[in-house]
């Protein structure tokens, strides 16, 4: 296994983690919203639908960071800032 390799397995385990909570966290909530269309509630739709926002925004910025992350180990970044 190259040593780049074993850098980008917790990146990527990491990522998955996040992306496993919060993403049924999402889908549940968008799930709930449906429910309550029928019921004309609009407070308790902007706060689902202000959450559901920011869950999809957490997930888009998890796996941004992670492509980030795995650009600077391809790259060597991180052993070219170590000699410092």
């Known amino acids: 296994m190259r040593k780049t390799t074993k850098k ?6 990491i990522t998955a ?3 496993l909570y919060v993403g049924p ?3 549940a909530l968008l799930a709930a919203m449906g429910g309550l269309f029928e019921e004309g509630g609009f407070f308790p739709l902007i706060f689902l639908a202000a959450y ?3 869950g ?3 997930i888009v910025g998890v796996i941004k960071a992670l492509l980030q992350r795995l650009d600077e180990i391809d790259g ?3 052993e070219e800032a170590s000699r410092y």
Not at 8 to 13: D, E, G, H, L, Q
């Open 17 to 19: 983690a996040v992306v």
């Open 8 to 13: 980008k397995i917790a990146p990527i385990v």
């Open 56 to 58: 999809g925004a957490v």
């Open 52 to 54: 559901l926002l920011i």
């Open 76 to 78: 060597g970044e991180e």
């Open 25 to 27: 966290l999402v889908l």
